[in-house]
């Protein structure tokens, strides 16, 4: 099983300078993607933000798309499609089942969320904790309704969806589309890294 998402860094000047020279991906995550998910608390009535968050899963879930057109006008794809990075952004637990989810929305059922008293709340081991700035957390994936999905490829396992589950009891929608960006940019930022450095040897 993979490690728990322990904290979040936010960090919008490390995302923008990483996304510097990806025109595309930096629209779809500065513009887009960030702009849905920080609008998710704003909204004064639940319809509203739970539009905002599927908008935030479902323009995260095409980051993959908007960069393989930047690197492919960089002369780079290739580099980047044998890379290291490149599985990782593929494999990682968090993003693979992000896309899942986002494609979940768009072909079976739209996605659940959940609200109590006006205020969102999480456990912590037996304590109700209120959670600050959030109020939207996704309901629970089951294996069940993956499968009502009917995928050509099972690309979850039982254990995806036990850690994402996992995850999102404690995290808000909010913190996990952050914590999604986080993770492209710091595969993104060490491929690029590593591209320039050999073309510079």
Not at 54 to 78: E, P, R, S, V, W
Not at 117 to 128: F, L, P, R, T
Request: hydrophobic share 40%; aromatic share 14%; with cysteine.
């Amino acid at each position: 099983m993979w490690d728990d998402i322990n904290e979040i860094n936010i960090q919008f000047d490390y995302w923008n300078a990483t996304l510097s020279k990806l025109p595309r991906t930096r629209k779809r995550v500065l513009d887009q993607a960030i702009y849905m998910v920080n609008s998710i608390n704003l909204a004064d009535d639940i319809r509203v933000a739970e539009t905002y968050a599927t908008a935030a899963i479902h323009f995260i879930g095409t980051i993959k798309d908007m960069l393989k057109q930047d690197l492919l006008d960089l002369n780079i794809f290739n580099e980047w499609n044998i890379s290291k990075e490149q599985k990782l952004v593929t494999e990682d637990p968090l993003l693979k089942v992000l896309r899942i989810i986002r494609n979940y929305d768009v072909h079976y059922r739209t996605l659940e969320y959940g609200l109590f008293d006006g205020m969102m709340y999480h456990i912590v081991g037996e304590n109700i904790a209120q959670t600050e700035d959030n109020s939207l957390f996704f309901e629970e994936f089951t294996w069940e309704e993956y499968e009502k999905m009917r995928p050509k490829k099972k690309e979850l396992t039982p254990e995806h969806l036990e850690w994402f589950n996992n995850q999102t009891r404690y995290w808000s929608v909010k913190y996990i589309c952050y914590e999604a960006i986080n993770r492209y940019c710091k595969y993104i930022n060490s491929c690029i890294t590593s591209i320039v450095a050999e073309k510079e040897k």
